[in-house]
């Protein structure tokens, strides 16, 4: 079929809406009508280059070139049509995006850690997950699909092990928040920080991800919810969600942190700024309290390998630094778990979109986010 989807020719370029030619579902594939998308950073990586690897790491993966690609791995949609196979869903469900496959027989899927799926592995690599064979082709070539799912189309092919089925009265967009963002942020706080009743808990940028950083620490238990965000629109939605105290900046939280614990600093720091580099772990880790826990949330570009850690101070006040992939989470139990909260009306998800875009508005919507106007920007389709 023709459908139409955003597409990145290369690094420094705008998506181009293109009529794309999408191929049925094969064996263990799904058709997907999306129905929302959600404007994540870690898609905006891919514009600046940050999230594109170098061509000695390509060539390891046997390619060239990550381009052109499609982009989005934040979605919710409808099932059309399934291949050959496909037990968990129907045509006409609803489901929300995984970007993290789940296969379910995996070490880590077996293991409760379904969130480092050894389907992930192939993340940024040409071809569908089930056969390595190509279903999304652009003016004759063969297209990448970001994370999989490629959410910046009208429609998708996606193995079965990227989808899960969702109760259909639930809102599309909301579904399709918490297929990143939130269980991103939430279980970073959650989940991966660990945190306590009674915790001070910090949070660095308040976009998509580090406002649900901020639901989650509140709903554990944090006694003091700490958000940095530069932008002040940032700092007021994070009071909304539950912090408890706000700062432009890390340099500025410093002080703020020391008078309000007497100089013990945070229990759990939770790093989800733009884009990560390794001089802020100087920063994160002087907020971080004895015994605590930092966890790194926010991507950093693929070529960084040096941070700033002063590791004398690491191990003799016995600090954490913590890695964070899909929040530490289990999509296929966790995303029903979310939406249960927010039916419940315990987790915000609709004050969470600022503003929503039609597909063809999306370099828009990318402009917004970088400008710090949007909590999240979602694209929604007719
Ligand atoms: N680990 C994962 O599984 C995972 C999943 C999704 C996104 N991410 C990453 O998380 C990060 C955040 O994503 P997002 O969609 O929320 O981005 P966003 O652009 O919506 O929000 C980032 C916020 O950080 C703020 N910021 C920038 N520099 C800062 C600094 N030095 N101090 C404090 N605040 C700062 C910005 O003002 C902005 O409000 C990105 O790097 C993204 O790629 C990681
Ligand atoms: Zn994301
Ligand atoms: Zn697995």
Not at 104 to 110: E, H, K, L, P
Not at 114 to 132: E, H, K, R, S, Y
Not at 261 to 273: E, K, L, N, S
């Amino acid at each position: 079929m023709k459908t139409r989807a955003a597409v990145l020719w290369d690094i420094g370029q705008e998506w181009q809406i293109e009529e794309i030619d999408l191929d049925p579902p094969k064996a263990g594939e799904v058709l997907v009508q999306m129905k929302a998308a959600g404007l994540c950073h870690s898609d905006e990586h891919l514009t600046t280059g940050d999230l594109v690897f170098p061509p000695e790491v390509l060539a390891t993966m046997g390619m060239e070139s990550m381009f052109p690609l499609i982009g989005g791995h934040e979605g919710a949609g409808v099932v059309l049509e399934v291949g050959e196979g496909v037990t968990s869903v129907q045509p006409g469900d609803h489901v929300s995006a995984s970007f993290i496959p789940s296969c379910g027989r995996c070490r880590y899927c077996s293991t409760g850690r379904q969130n480092l799926c050894d389907l992930g592995a192939g993340t940024f690599q040409i071809g569908m997950i089930t056969d390595g064979t190509v279903r999304h082709h652009v003016r004759g070539q063969d297209l990448l699909v970001g994370a999989k799912l490629g959410t910046f189309s009208e429609h998708t092919v996606v193995a079965e092990a990227s989808v899960i089925k969702v109760e259909p009265d639930l809102p599309l967009t909301a579904v399709c928040l918490v297929s990143c963002g939130v269980a991103t942020g939430w279980g970073s706080a959650v989940e991966r920080a660990g945190t306590r009743p009674g915790d001070t808990v910090v949070v660095v940028g308040i976009g998509g991800i580090g406002a649900n950083a901020v639901q989650g620490a509140r709903m554990a238990g944090a006694k003091r919810v700490v958000a940095i965000d530069p932008v002040e629109f940032k700092r007021e939605s994070a009071m909304e969600l539950g912090a408890t105290h706000a700062a432009a900046s890390m340099d500025e939280a410093l002080p703020l942190l020391t008078d309000l614990t007497f100089g013990q600093m945070a229990d759990r720091v939770i790093m989800t700024p733009s884009v990560m580099y390794g001089d802020m772990m100087a920063g994160a880790l002087a907020l971080t309290g004895k015994g605590g826990t930092c966890v790194v949330t926010a991507i950093a570009p693929v070529t960084q390998t040096e941070a700033a850690v002063n590791l004398f101070e690491l191990a003799m006040w016995q600090k954490e630094v913590k890695g964070a992939i899909f929040g530490s989470l289990n999509p296929r139990a966790d995303i029903p778990k979310l939406l249960s909260l927010y039916r419940e009306g315990q987790l915000k998800l609709d004050e969470l979109i600022t503003r929503t875009y039609t597909l063809d508005q999306i370099n828009q919507g990318y402009q917004d986010m970088c400008d710090g106007k949007n909590i999240r920007g979602v694209i929604t389709f007719d």
